[in-house]
Each structure stands twice: as C-alpha cells, then as structure tokens.
C-alpha cells in the first residue's frame, strides 16, 4: 500500500511539473502576443504621425485606403522568389526609408519651387529696370525736344525781327552754341551770322528797362530755359539762366516796392536804404563782394545767437542785394566771353566766306577757259 502511494507520487510530481511548463509556455505565448501586440500599436502609431507630417491619415489621403498607416507587404512576391516575408522591424526600417525619400523629395519640390520663384522675381526686376531706363531715355529725349523747340522759336522771332526779351538774352548764346557744337556749322549760324547784330547790351541792363509785364514774361521764359537746360542741355549754359532769374527776380520785387501804392515815408525809408546799400557795394571786385557777404552772414548770426542792437532785415536786404551784384558780376564775365567767342567766329566765317568766293570765281575762269581757246583758234583760221 505504502509502494503504491510511493508510486503515484512521482506521477503526480511529472503531472504537476508538466501542467507548470504548460502555463509558463502559455503565459510566454501571451506575453509576446501582448508584446508584438504593443509593438504594432506603436508602430502603427509612429505611421500615422509620420503620414499625418506628410499630409495624409487612414481617413483623409487622395489614395482611399483606410489602412495607409499600416505597413503594406506583397507576400505574393515573397511567394514567388521563395522568401520569408520581412519582419515588422524590417517592414519599420522600409517605411521609414520610404518616408525619408518623400521627405526629401518634397524638400527638392519646394527648393525648385523657390528658385523658380526668386527667378521670375529677377526677370520681373530686371524688366521694370528696363521700363525705368527706357522711361528716363524717353523722358530726356522729351525734354531735349522742348529745348529745342523752345530755340527754334526764337530764332524764328530773331530772323523776323520781333525778338522778345528772352530772345535778346539767348541770341548770343543762340549764336555760339550753334557753331560751337559738335555736328557740323548750323544752318541758322550759316544764315543769320552775317546779317544779325550781335547783342552788345549787358544781360542784367536789358532787364534794368522793361516794363513789370515784360519782366512777369521774361520771368516765366527764363524758367523754361533754366529748366530745359538742366534736363535736356546737360546743363552747358544752365549757369546763364540761373543768374539770369536771380536778376530778374530781383528786378520785380524792387520794381514792386517802388510801384507800390500809397506810398509812405516807410517807402522813402526803404529808397534811401537802397541808396546806401547800392553806394556800399558799387565799385566792389568779385573778393571784396566775398568778403563782406561773410561779414554780413557773421552779423546776421549774431543777431540770432541774441546779439541787440542789430537791424536783420536791413542786413537780410545787403545779403539779398550781394548776391544780386556778384550775379551781375559773373553775367558780365559770361557776355564778354561770348562776345570774345563771336568776335572769333564772325572772323574765321568771313575768312571763309572769302575764300569760297575765290575759289567760286577761280572754277568759273577754268570752265571759260576752253570757249576763249577755241575762239582764239577760230580768229586765226580766218
């Protein structure tokens, strides 16, 4: 009896160790089942933030699979050359390999998009350069036009004897700039240098006796020629006219002052404060001018860093009347240049105008050189 419990007992212990394993094998099973479990949730969820990156989910992708986040795997391939299907690590590594690719692909997308952009923004630059350029040339052009215009016009009145102030002001440098230029010796200098007088007068004495309508006139076409010089010129005689207005506009208000109605001892005030400046500047060279415009300019700054006892306006009025004489000054060095120039030209053009008339007259003689031979010869024969 005690033979047979010892029998069993070993049975019960084989049947008991056996029942162990099977559950460690069972409980091991589960474990990795709930472990690849894990593992294809994680990486499921690892797809789907990767597609979610590129735009796409199970929901939403242009391709209508409600799968896309889970690895595909052509067992059919595998079948057909005999290998094992790859593993979900294997299968991770491909997607992620695949995903890097579209990544990159995209980045080169958007780099290409770019440079095509940065292009057409170079080309668009580049032609509203062009247009700018093209603008500017038309623009010159248009203001050269003008000033051209505006000296055939005044030819025209010089050549028809009804010169306007202007006309009178622009004819000496109407007669330079025609023989001075680069292309050959202008028609209006070819015709008219003969027959018109050249304007001896002083610029700023041809204004001193107009009228305040001739001078508002003479105003405005002074700023014409001022301004299409500048443009149009490249500013050859743009000093001239830029004096010239200083003058002129001085001229009015001088002119406006003494016009002025109602005249009162203020007004006789003002004329013997013309007097005394008039006497303080006359006789003074283009230094001494300087000098005492410094002079004038350091006492008017006095006056603003609180010096008393210091008249502006009548200082203002010196400053204003020394700038008038040094422009006159420089007129008249511009005219007797000019007149030293056309004194030059009327010259050289009447030594030429001689020597074609020689040359003329000497190929007339040779032409009726061989009727007087033949009348010679026909004398004889008789």
Aim: include cysteine; glycine fraction near 4%.
């Amino acid at each position: 009896m005690a033979r047979s419990e010892d029998d069993r007992s070993p049975r019960r212990r084989r049947r008991h160790d056996s029942k162990k394993k099977h559950k460690k094998r069972r409980r091991h099973s589960d474990s990795d089942s709930e472990s690849d479990a894990r593992a294809e949730r994680k990486a499921r969820k690892k797809s789907s933030k990767m597609l979610a990156s590129l735009g796409y989910s199970d929901e939403t992708n242009p391709f209508g699979d409600s799968s896309l986040s889970e690895p595909f795997v052509w067992g059919k391939k595998y079948e057909d050359k005999g290998k094992e299907k790859p593993s979900a690590r294997e299968l991770k590594k491909q997607q992620i390999r695949r995903v890097d690719e579209i990544r990159k692909a995209r980045r080169r997308r958007e780099e290409r998009e770019a440079e095509k952009e940065e292009m057409e923004r170079l080309k668009s630059e580049e032609l509203r350069l062009k247009d700018a350029e093209q603008y500017e040339d038309w623009q010159q052009k248009e203001e050269e036009f003008h000033l051209k215009q505006a000296k055939v016009r005044s030819q025209l009145r010089i050549r028809a004897n009804r010169e306007k102030p202007v006309d009178l002001l622009a004819k000496n440098l109407l007669l330079v700039s025609a023989k001075s230029g680069q292309e050959d010796e202008d028609d209006f200098f070819k015709k008219e240098i003969g027959r018109i007088r050249v304007e001896h007068r002083r610029p700023h004495a041809i204004v001193e006796v107009l009228s305040m309508d001739e001078l508002r006139e003479l105003q405005g076409d002074v700023h014409t020629y001022e301004e299409l010089e500048q443009s149009g010129n490249g500013g050859h005689n743009a000093e001239f006219w830029n004096l010239m207005k200083l003058v002129c506009d001085d001229r009015i208000r001088r002119l406006k002052r003494s016009q002025s109605e109602g005249r009162s001892d203020r007004g006789a005030i003002h004329d013997s404060v013309n007097d005394t400046i008039e006497e303080m500047l006359s006789g003074k060279d283009k230094g001494a001018l300087e000098k005492l415009q410094c002079e004038v300019k350091e006492t008017i700054a006095s006056a603003s860093n609180g010096a008393t006892g210091v008249d502006v306006d009548y200082w203002e009025e010196v400053a204003q009347q020394i700038e008038v004489n040094q422009a006159r000054a420089r007129l008249i060095e511009l005219h007797e240049d000019m007149l030293t120039k056309l004194a030059d030209l009327m010259e050289e053009h009447e030594k030429r105008t001689a020597e074609e008339a020689a040359d003329r007259e000497c190929r007339e003689w040779l032409l009726h050189i061989p009727n007087n031979v033949s009348q010679a010869k026909g004398g004889q024969e008789k």
